[in-house]
């Protein structure tokens, strides 16, 4: 595949009240009903329209993005991401886990794979496949596109389907990098809380990542 993908009329963001897949709407309301005060959706793309770099991640976390309506925004995830794109220069200001705390993001875009919260942080296969659609185009969207760097073997394999690759030739493994129509795709354990606290992913092996991106991608001019 030799040209960027593009979309046949479908949105790179879902409605935030999109009832595709009806076990995550059904969940979100759930929500809705205990905590209000919520965002309680499908969750959108949080960065900027010129993005060299977009990160892939696996779903909303219940008390995170769908609280507070940002990717990894609330939860441990966020403060170990947010912290290294901050390092890395891949953003500008201070995180203070809400989607007010005047944060931007340089160069680079963050979403997931699946943009509604699931229960058990677990999507079916089907939930995944039905919103590759808003990744595909999502990916389309993004005119100066480079690298996409994906958090966890899910997020992977929903960009490399959503790419129209065969996971058997891309295969995910923590710090490869792989190319695919006009991106290099970069691998990554997902920042979880889980990922650190068992060692399976270190602060270090995370910012080893986002050294390889950065090579990648070096700072735009001023």
């Known amino acids: 595949m030799s040209e960027k993908i593009t979309s046949d009329n479908i949105p790179p963001e879902p409605a935030k009240t999109c009832h595709l ?29 010129s993005a060299r770099l977009l990160i892939v991640g696996l779903a909303p976390g219940v008390t995170g993005a769908n609280r507070t309506g940002r990717p990894f925004t609330g939860d441990y995830a966020g403060d170990l991401l947010y912290a290294t794109l901050d390092k890395f220069a891949f953003s500008q200001g201070r995180y203070d886990q809400r989607a007010d705390d005047g944060l931007v993001m340089i160069d680079s875009m963050i979403s ?54 065969r996971l058997k030739d891309y295969r995910f493994a923590h710090g490869a990098m792989h190319q695919l129509a006009t991106y290099n795709i970069v691998n990554s354990y997902h920042c979880s809380r889980y990922n650190t606290n068992t060692g399976r992913l270190t602060t270090p092996m995370f910012e080893e990542v986002f050294a390889t991106l950065r090579d990648l991608l070096p700072p735009l001019a001023q």
């Open 21 to 49: 897949c009806p076990r995550l709407a059904a969940y979100r309301e759930q929500n809705q009903a205990e905590h209000p005060e919520w965002f309680n959706g499908a969750v959108g793309s949080f960065g900027a329209s």
């Open 112 to 165: 997931n794979a699946v943009r509604c919260v699931p229960p058990q942080n677990k999507p079916t296969s089907d939930e995944i496949n039905q919103c590759r659609s808003f990744l595909q185009a999502r990916i389309a969207a993004l005119p100066n596109l480079k690298a996409i760097l994906t958090l966890g073997k899910i997020a992977h394999d929903s960009t490399i389907k959503a790419l129209g690759g």
